[in-house]
Protein backbone atom coordinates (compact mmCIF):
# COMPACT_ATOMS: atom_id res chain seq x y z
CA UNK A 1 0.00 0.00 0.00
CA UNK A 2 2.73 2.58 0.68
CA UNK A 3 4.35 1.53 -2.92
CA UNK A 4 1.29 2.52 -4.38
CA UNK A 5 1.06 5.59 -2.57
CA UNK A 6 4.50 6.25 -3.29
CA UNK A 7 3.73 6.08 -7.06
CA UNK A 8 0.86 8.04 -6.94
CA UNK A 9 3.00 11.05 -5.56
CA UNK A 10 5.92 10.96 -7.85
CA UNK A 11 3.10 10.70 -10.96
CA UNK A 12 1.66 13.23 -8.76
CA UNK A 13 4.75 15.53 -9.64
CA UNK A 14 5.96 14.97 -12.21
CA UNK A 15 2.25 16.25 -13.77
CA UNK A 16 2.83 19.18 -11.52
CA UNK A 17 6.47 19.64 -13.10
CA UNK A 18 4.93 19.82 -16.63
CA UNK A 19 2.23 22.07 -16.08
CA UNK A 20 4.73 24.34 -14.62
CA UNK A 21 7.24 23.26 -17.54
CA UNK A 22 4.78 23.65 -19.83
CA UNK A 23 3.48 27.24 -18.08
CA UNK A 24 6.93 28.31 -18.19
CA UNK A 25 7.24 27.56 -22.26
CA UNK A 26 3.89 29.84 -23.06
CA UNK A 27 4.77 32.58 -20.56
CA UNK A 28 6.63 34.68 -23.14
CA UNK A 29 3.33 34.60 -25.73
CA UNK A 30 1.67 37.17 -23.47
CA UNK A 31 4.99 38.94 -22.89
CA UNK A 32 4.68 40.93 -26.36
CA UNK A 33 0.71 41.76 -26.25
CA UNK A 34 -0.20 45.17 -26.33
CA UNK A 35 -3.01 47.03 -25.97
CA UNK A 36 -4.28 50.05 -27.81
CA UNK A 37 -7.32 51.41 -27.81
CA UNK A 38 -9.44 47.94 -26.55
CA UNK A 39 -7.05 46.09 -29.62
CA UNK A 40 -4.88 43.73 -28.60
CA UNK A 41 -1.54 44.11 -30.89
CA UNK A 42 1.01 41.74 -30.95
CA UNK A 43 4.13 40.62 -33.54
CA UNK A 44 1.63 39.33 -35.89
CA UNK A 45 -0.76 41.79 -36.05
CA UNK A 46 -1.72 43.76 -39.09
CA UNK A 47 -0.95 47.54 -38.55
CA UNK A 48 -3.97 49.62 -38.75
CA UNK A 49 -3.88 53.01 -40.37
CA UNK A 50 -6.42 55.97 -40.08
CA UNK A 51 -8.38 56.67 -43.48
CA UNK A 52 -6.63 59.64 -45.32
CA UNK A 53 -7.88 62.41 -47.72
CA UNK A 54 -7.96 61.74 -50.94
CA UNK A 55 -4.81 64.74 -51.71
CA UNK A 56 -1.88 64.09 -54.07
CA UNK A 57 1.02 62.86 -51.74
CA UNK A 58 3.63 65.46 -51.02
CA UNK A 59 6.44 63.60 -53.04
CA UNK A 60 4.05 63.38 -56.29
CA UNK A 61 3.55 67.18 -55.84
CA UNK A 62 6.32 67.69 -55.43
CA UNK A 63 7.64 65.68 -58.93
CA UNK A 64 8.93 68.16 -61.60
CA UNK A 65 10.67 67.91 -65.10
CA UNK A 66 12.14 71.10 -65.00
CA UNK A 67 13.78 70.95 -61.30
CA UNK A 68 16.76 69.17 -62.63
CA UNK A 69 17.12 71.82 -65.47
CA UNK A 70 16.59 74.76 -62.56
CA UNK A 71 18.50 72.86 -59.59
CA UNK A 72 22.00 72.01 -61.13
CA UNK A 73 24.81 73.93 -61.94
CA UNK A 74 27.92 72.25 -64.14
CA UNK A 75 30.63 74.61 -62.45
CA UNK A 76 33.11 72.59 -64.59
CA UNK A 77 31.70 73.75 -67.79
CA UNK A 78 29.99 76.98 -67.20
CA UNK A 79 30.31 79.47 -69.70
CA UNK A 80 29.69 83.17 -68.65
CA UNK A 81 29.12 84.25 -72.35
CA UNK A 82 27.84 81.90 -75.02
CA UNK A 83 25.16 83.21 -78.15
CA UNK A 84 22.30 81.35 -79.59
CA UNK A 85 20.24 81.62 -82.84
CA UNK A 86 17.49 84.35 -82.43
CA UNK A 87 13.80 81.82 -82.77
CA UNK A 88 10.76 82.86 -83.73
CA UNK A 89 8.62 82.09 -80.72
CA UNK A 90 5.11 81.45 -82.82
CA UNK A 91 1.59 81.25 -80.77
CA UNK A 92 -1.43 78.90 -82.16
CA UNK A 93 -4.92 78.38 -80.66
CA UNK A 94 -5.88 75.50 -80.52
CA UNK A 95 -9.74 73.83 -80.46
CA UNK A 96 -10.58 76.16 -83.34
CA UNK A 97 -12.98 73.33 -84.94
CA UNK A 98 -13.41 72.38 -88.07
CA UNK A 99 -13.13 74.68 -91.18
CA UNK A 100 -15.95 76.60 -92.21
CA UNK A 101 -17.55 76.40 -95.49
CA UNK A 102 -17.09 78.88 -98.01
CA UNK A 103 -19.20 81.97 -98.15
CA UNK A 104 -19.60 84.98 -99.93
CA UNK A 105 -17.37 88.03 -99.52
CA UNK A 106 -18.61 90.84 -96.81
CA UNK A 107 -19.14 94.30 -97.56
CA UNK A 108 -20.45 97.21 -95.94
CA UNK A 109 -20.93 95.54 -92.54
CA UNK A 110 -22.17 97.43 -89.87
CA UNK A 111 -22.09 96.26 -85.82
CA UNK A 112 -24.02 98.80 -83.66
CA UNK A 113 -24.54 98.46 -80.21
CA UNK A 114 -24.48 94.44 -80.62
CA UNK A 115 -23.41 91.67 -78.31
CA UNK A 116 -20.79 88.93 -80.28
CA UNK A 117 -23.95 86.22 -81.29
CA UNK A 118 -26.26 89.61 -82.23
CA UNK A 119 -23.51 90.45 -84.50
CA UNK A 120 -22.52 86.98 -85.84
CA UNK A 121 -26.50 86.33 -86.32
CA UNK A 122 -27.09 89.23 -88.64
CA UNK A 123 -23.47 87.68 -90.31
CA UNK A 124 -24.46 84.87 -90.88
CA UNK A 125 -27.97 85.17 -91.59
CA UNK A 126 -29.53 82.97 -95.06
CA UNK A 127 -26.71 80.69 -93.92
CA UNK A 128 -27.25 77.28 -92.15
CA UNK A 129 -25.06 78.29 -89.65
CA UNK A 130 -26.08 78.29 -86.13
CA UNK A 131 -24.54 80.56 -83.49
CA UNK A 132 -24.58 78.68 -80.38
CA UNK A 133 -23.51 80.70 -76.93
CA UNK A 134 -21.59 78.47 -74.49
CA UNK A 135 -21.24 81.12 -72.00
CA UNK A 136 -23.41 84.09 -72.05
CA UNK A 137 -22.40 87.08 -73.97
CA UNK A 138 -22.92 90.47 -71.94
CA UNK A 139 -20.62 92.75 -73.93
CA UNK A 140 -21.77 94.90 -76.77
CA UNK A 141 -19.50 95.78 -79.28
CA UNK A 142 -19.81 98.49 -82.35
CA UNK A 143 -17.87 98.91 -85.50
CA UNK A 144 -18.23 98.87 -89.42
CA UNK A 145 -16.60 96.48 -91.62
CA UNK A 146 -16.10 97.80 -95.65
CA UNK A 147 -14.93 94.08 -97.01
CA UNK A 148 -13.49 90.92 -96.38
CA UNK A 149 -13.98 87.38 -95.74
CA UNK A 150 -16.30 85.94 -93.86
CA UNK A 151 -13.97 83.88 -91.51
CA UNK A 152 -11.58 87.01 -90.81
CA UNK A 153 -14.76 88.66 -90.21
CA UNK A 154 -15.77 86.05 -87.27
CA UNK A 155 -12.25 86.49 -86.13
CA UNK A 156 -12.60 90.28 -86.10
CA UNK A 157 -16.15 90.11 -84.07
CA UNK A 158 -15.31 87.57 -81.75
CA UNK A 159 -12.11 89.31 -80.73
CA UNK A 160 -13.76 92.84 -80.24
CA UNK A 161 -16.06 90.88 -78.12
CA UNK A 162 -13.10 89.57 -76.31
CA UNK A 163 -14.86 85.73 -77.07
CA UNK A 164 -13.51 82.63 -79.10
CA UNK A 165 -15.30 80.56 -81.46
CA UNK A 166 -15.27 77.29 -82.85
CA UNK A 167 -17.10 75.69 -85.67
CA UNK A 168 -18.68 72.23 -85.18
CA UNK A 169 -19.40 71.34 -88.82
CA UNK A 170 -21.18 68.60 -88.58
CA UNK A 171 -24.08 70.15 -86.87
CA UNK A 172 -23.78 73.40 -88.64
CA UNK A 173 -23.05 75.39 -85.04
CA UNK A 174 -20.57 78.70 -84.78
CA UNK A 175 -19.89 77.77 -80.75
CA UNK A 176 -18.78 81.28 -78.32
CA UNK A 177 -16.85 80.74 -75.56
CA UNK A 178 -15.06 83.49 -72.82
CA UNK A 179 -12.04 80.99 -72.67
CA UNK A 180 -9.74 79.31 -75.59
CA UNK A 181 -6.72 77.12 -75.18
CA UNK A 182 -2.90 77.93 -77.06
CA UNK A 183 0.19 76.04 -78.29
CA UNK A 184 3.32 78.01 -78.07
CA UNK A 185 6.34 77.09 -80.18
CA UNK A 186 9.18 77.63 -78.06
CA UNK A 187 12.74 78.19 -79.12
CA UNK A 188 15.63 75.32 -78.44
CA UNK A 189 17.45 77.19 -75.96
CA UNK A 190 16.35 75.64 -72.54
CA UNK A 191 17.38 79.26 -70.97
CA UNK A 192 14.99 81.16 -72.77
CA UNK A 193 12.35 78.12 -72.46
CA UNK A 194 13.22 78.70 -68.60
CA UNK A 195 12.98 82.92 -69.02
CA UNK A 196 9.64 82.74 -70.82
CA UNK A 197 7.92 79.97 -68.19
CA UNK A 198 9.31 82.45 -65.32
CA UNK A 199 7.58 85.50 -67.30
CA UNK A 200 4.29 83.36 -67.69
CA UNK A 201 4.54 82.32 -63.85
CA UNK A 202 5.43 86.08 -62.82
CA UNK A 203 1.58 86.87 -64.80
CA UNK A 204 -0.10 84.60 -62.43
CA UNK A 205 -0.07 81.51 -65.27
CA UNK A 206 -0.18 78.43 -63.37
CA UNK A 207 -1.51 75.49 -65.93
CA UNK A 208 1.55 75.49 -67.88
CA UNK A 209 1.37 71.89 -69.52
CA UNK A 210 5.28 71.64 -71.32
CA UNK A 211 6.39 69.20 -73.46
CA UNK A 212 10.44 69.55 -73.24
CA UNK A 213 10.87 67.20 -76.19
CA UNK A 214 8.92 68.85 -78.58
CA UNK A 215 9.61 72.70 -76.73
CA UNK A 216 6.16 73.26 -76.60
CA UNK A 217 3.71 75.32 -74.08
CA UNK A 218 0.09 74.21 -73.96
CA UNK A 219 -2.17 76.94 -71.71
CA UNK A 220 -5.75 78.08 -71.14
CA UNK A 221 -7.25 81.78 -70.43
CA UNK A 222 -9.50 84.17 -71.23
CA UNK A 223 -8.74 86.93 -73.76
CA UNK A 224 -6.54 88.89 -70.97
CA UNK A 225 -4.46 85.85 -70.49
CA UNK A 226 -3.58 85.62 -74.41
CA UNK A 227 -2.63 89.15 -74.39
CA UNK A 228 -0.52 88.98 -71.46
CA UNK A 229 1.24 85.73 -72.85
CA UNK A 230 1.35 87.92 -76.24
CA UNK A 231 3.25 90.99 -74.53
CA UNK A 232 5.49 88.64 -73.23
CA UNK A 233 6.63 86.82 -76.33
CA UNK A 234 7.01 89.92 -77.99
CA UNK A 235 9.04 91.41 -75.69
CA UNK A 236 11.25 88.41 -75.46
CA UNK A 237 11.54 88.52 -78.78
CA UNK A 238 12.91 91.88 -78.99
CA UNK A 239 15.86 91.14 -76.46
CA UNK A 240 19.63 91.14 -78.12
CA UNK A 241 20.29 89.63 -74.70
CA UNK A 242 19.24 87.84 -71.69
CA UNK A 243 20.89 87.56 -68.32
CA UNK A 244 21.06 83.99 -66.47
CA UNK A 245 22.72 83.66 -63.12
CA UNK A 246 24.29 80.59 -61.35
CA UNK A 247 23.90 80.29 -57.84
CA UNK A 248 24.82 78.23 -54.61
CA UNK A 249 23.64 79.06 -51.44
CA UNK A 250 25.57 77.69 -48.27
CA UNK A 251 25.21 77.80 -44.55
CA UNK A 252 28.58 78.31 -42.45
CA UNK A 253 29.04 77.02 -38.87
CA UNK A 254 32.26 78.62 -37.64
CA UNK A 255 35.06 75.58 -35.98
CA UNK A 256 35.28 78.36 -32.75
CA UNK A 257 33.49 80.53 -31.15
CA UNK A 258 34.40 83.81 -33.37
CA UNK A 259 32.41 84.48 -36.75
CA UNK A 260 34.31 84.11 -40.17
CA UNK A 261 37.27 86.41 -40.37
CA UNK A 262 36.07 87.60 -43.94
CA UNK A 263 39.28 90.29 -44.00
CA UNK A 264 41.69 86.93 -44.90
CA UNK A 265 39.75 87.07 -48.06
CA UNK A 266 42.41 89.85 -49.34
CA UNK A 267 45.72 88.28 -48.75
CA UNK A 268 44.44 85.25 -49.88
CA UNK A 269 43.15 86.33 -52.75
CA UNK A 270 44.85 89.15 -53.51
CA UNK A 271 43.05 92.79 -53.41
CA UNK A 272 42.79 93.09 -57.33
CA UNK A 273 40.38 89.77 -57.51
CA UNK A 274 38.10 91.86 -54.96
CA UNK A 275 36.49 94.95 -57.03
CA UNK A 276 34.13 95.94 -55.13
CA UNK A 277 32.83 95.63 -51.60
CA UNK A 278 28.47 97.19 -51.19
CA UNK A 279 27.19 97.39 -48.11
CA UNK A 280 23.05 96.22 -47.89
CA UNK A 281 20.93 97.06 -44.47
CA UNK A 282 22.09 93.14 -43.58
CA UNK A 283 24.85 91.65 -44.78
CA UNK A 284 27.58 92.72 -47.38
CA UNK A 285 27.97 92.23 -51.44
CA UNK A 286 31.12 91.67 -52.84
CA UNK A 287 31.98 91.88 -56.65
CA UNK A 288 35.20 89.37 -56.99
CA UNK A 289 37.10 88.22 -60.25
CA UNK A 290 36.63 84.69 -61.49
CA UNK A 291 39.36 83.72 -59.02
CA UNK A 292 37.08 83.52 -56.63
CA UNK A 293 34.88 80.59 -57.54
CA UNK A 294 32.84 77.89 -56.10
CA UNK A 295 35.56 75.65 -55.69
CA UNK A 296 38.25 78.36 -54.13
CA UNK A 297 35.73 79.99 -52.25
CA UNK A 298 34.81 76.78 -50.41
CA UNK A 299 38.33 76.07 -49.79
CA UNK A 300 38.87 79.61 -48.15
CA UNK A 301 35.96 79.15 -45.49
CA UNK A 302 36.88 75.31 -45.03
CA UNK A 303 40.06 76.49 -43.24
CA UNK A 304 37.66 78.32 -40.49
CA UNK A 305 34.43 76.35 -40.76
CA UNK A 306 32.04 73.87 -42.26
CA UNK A 307 30.57 74.66 -44.94
CA UNK A 308 27.21 73.15 -46.26
CA UNK A 309 25.54 73.69 -49.85
CA UNK A 310 21.96 74.61 -48.56
CA UNK A 311 20.68 74.92 -52.29
CA UNK A 312 21.90 75.19 -55.86
CA UNK A 313 20.57 76.61 -59.24
CA UNK A 314 20.11 78.64 -61.82
CA UNK A 315 17.48 81.37 -63.25
CA UNK A 316 17.08 83.40 -66.34
CA UNK A 317 15.44 86.85 -67.47
CA UNK A 318 15.11 89.03 -70.24
CA UNK A 319 17.53 91.81 -70.53
CA UNK A 320 15.91 94.83 -68.04
CA UNK A 321 13.07 92.55 -66.87
CA UNK A 322 13.33 91.11 -63.12
CA UNK A 323 12.84 86.81 -61.98
CA UNK A 324 13.39 85.16 -58.65
CA UNK A 325 15.08 81.58 -57.58
CA UNK A 326 13.69 80.23 -54.84
CA UNK A 327 15.80 78.58 -52.25
CA UNK A 328 13.15 76.21 -50.78
CA UNK A 329 12.42 75.05 -54.40
CA UNK A 330 15.81 73.76 -55.11
CA UNK A 331 17.04 73.04 -51.41
CA UNK A 332 18.63 69.75 -50.72
CA UNK A 333 16.45 69.35 -47.65
CA UNK A 334 14.02 71.24 -45.29
CA UNK A 335 16.08 73.99 -43.93
CA UNK A 336 15.91 77.07 -41.77
CA UNK A 337 17.05 79.24 -45.26
CA UNK A 338 14.32 77.47 -47.37
CA UNK A 339 12.28 80.65 -46.93
CA UNK A 340 14.52 82.77 -49.01
CA UNK A 341 14.30 84.49 -52.40
CA UNK A 342 16.61 86.06 -54.58
CA UNK A 343 15.00 88.31 -56.91
CA UNK A 344 17.05 89.92 -59.46
CA UNK A 345 16.54 93.07 -61.66
CA UNK A 346 19.07 93.11 -64.40
CA UNK A 347 20.35 95.15 -67.57
CA UNK A 348 23.39 94.50 -69.64
CA UNK A 349 24.88 97.25 -71.97
CA UNK A 350 25.81 100.80 -71.35
CA UNK A 351 26.76 101.86 -68.25
CA UNK A 352 28.80 105.39 -68.24
CA UNK A 353 30.62 104.76 -71.50
CA UNK A 354 31.50 100.89 -70.61
CA UNK A 355 29.80 97.20 -71.46
CA UNK A 356 28.70 96.27 -67.81
CA UNK A 357 26.21 93.62 -66.19
CA UNK A 358 24.10 96.80 -63.90
CA UNK A 359 21.66 93.93 -61.38
CA UNK A 360 20.19 94.69 -58.39
CA UNK A 361 19.74 91.67 -56.40
CA UNK A 362 17.07 91.28 -53.32
CA UNK A 363 17.02 88.97 -50.68
CA UNK A 364 13.25 88.37 -49.44
CA UNK A 365 11.07 86.02 -47.18
CA UNK A 366 7.47 85.56 -46.51
CA UNK A 367 8.86 88.22 -43.77
CA UNK A 368 9.35 90.32 -46.30
CA UNK A 369 12.84 92.11 -47.82
CA UNK A 370 15.99 91.32 -45.72
CA UNK A 371 18.50 93.02 -48.05
CA UNK A 372 19.15 94.48 -50.89
CA UNK A 373 21.87 95.59 -53.35
CA UNK A 374 22.43 97.35 -56.32
CA UNK A 375 25.56 95.22 -58.39
CA UNK A 376 27.13 96.69 -61.26
CA UNK A 377 30.12 94.26 -62.68
CA UNK A 378 31.68 93.14 -66.18
CA UNK A 379 31.05 90.02 -68.11
CA UNK A 380 33.07 87.43 -65.92
CA UNK A 381 33.12 88.57 -62.33
CA UNK A 382 30.79 86.89 -59.52
CA UNK A 383 29.15 87.77 -56.82
CA UNK A 384 29.89 86.69 -53.15
CA UNK A 385 26.83 87.96 -50.55
CA UNK A 386 28.18 87.67 -47.05
CA UNK A 387 27.12 88.42 -43.70
CA UNK A 388 24.03 87.67 -43.36
CA UNK A 389 23.31 85.69 -39.84
CA UNK A 390 21.45 82.50 -40.30
CA UNK A 391 19.30 83.85 -36.85
CA UNK A 392 17.34 85.96 -39.56
CA UNK A 393 15.86 82.95 -39.99
CA UNK A 394 15.24 81.56 -36.57
CA UNK A 395 11.62 82.19 -35.67
CA UNK A 396 11.79 80.50 -32.16
CA UNK A 397 13.01 82.11 -29.01
CA UNK A 398 15.95 80.08 -28.41
CA UNK A 399 17.51 77.79 -30.97
CA UNK A 400 20.53 75.15 -30.98
CA UNK A 401 22.21 77.26 -34.38
CA UNK A 402 25.34 79.14 -33.34
CA UNK A 403 24.87 83.02 -33.38
CA UNK A 404 27.75 83.20 -35.27
CA UNK A 405 26.48 80.62 -38.40
CA UNK A 406 25.23 82.72 -41.44
CA UNK A 407 23.99 82.26 -45.23
CA UNK A 408 27.15 83.03 -47.88
CA UNK A 409 25.25 83.31 -51.38
CA UNK A 410 27.91 82.61 -54.63
CA UNK A 411 26.60 84.17 -57.50
CA UNK A 412 27.71 83.76 -60.89
CA UNK A 413 26.15 86.38 -64.16
CA UNK A 414 26.20 84.73 -67.81
CA UNK A 415 25.63 86.75 -70.53
CA UNK A 416 23.60 85.08 -73.44
CA UNK A 417 23.39 87.29 -76.53
CA UNK A 418 20.64 86.33 -79.28
CA UNK A 419 21.34 87.14 -82.99
CA UNK A 420 20.19 86.36 -86.38
CA UNK A 421 20.40 82.66 -87.45
CA UNK A 422 23.36 83.61 -90.34
CA UNK A 423 25.37 85.83 -88.00
CA UNK A 424 25.70 82.51 -86.26
CA UNK A 425 25.84 79.80 -88.67
CA UNK A 426 28.27 81.75 -91.38
CA UNK A 427 30.96 78.91 -92.22
CA UNK A 428 33.54 82.12 -92.80
CA UNK A 429 32.93 84.10 -89.66
CA UNK A 430 35.79 83.78 -86.32
CA UNK A 431 34.52 81.26 -83.75
CA UNK A 432 32.83 83.71 -81.44
CA UNK A 433 34.34 81.80 -78.29
CA UNK A 434 37.00 83.32 -75.38
CA UNK A 435 37.59 86.55 -76.45
CA UNK A 436 36.36 87.02 -80.09
CA UNK A 437 32.90 86.61 -78.08
CA UNK A 438 33.82 89.26 -75.95
CA UNK A 439 34.67 91.52 -78.69
CA UNK A 440 31.49 90.60 -80.28
CA UNK A 441 29.28 91.16 -76.76
CA UNK A 442 30.97 94.97 -76.90
CA UNK A 443 29.86 95.98 -79.83
CA UNK A 444 27.06 98.28 -80.03
Known sequence: MMQRMKMLLVLGAMVAMGACANQQQKQPLYDNVTVVDELVINENSVPIFPKKAALTTDTARRFSIELPKRCEVDWNNQSVVSVVPEEKIEIVRLGVGDALPELPTVSDYEIKDLTVRQALDKLLYGTDIAVVEDEVMYEKISGNITAGEVEDVIELVTKMGRAYYSYDAENGELHLTHRGKWLIKMPQDETIIMALLDAMHGADMRNLLVDWQDKTVVFEGNYQTEREVAKIIADISGKKFMLAWDIDVYRVYPRTDNPIVWMNLLPAFGDKNIKMSI??????????????????????????????????????????????????????EER?????????????????????????????TSNGELSSFNIPSSVGDNYVIIGIPTHSFVTTPETLVSPFAELVVFMSPRVISIVDVPSVYNPDAEELVGDALRDFLSED
Open 279 to 332: PGVVGRALVVGPEINTKTLQEFLGQQANVVLVSQGTFAIPNGWQSRFDIGQCSK
Open 336 to 364: LETDLIVGATGTYGNFAGRKKIDAKIVLR
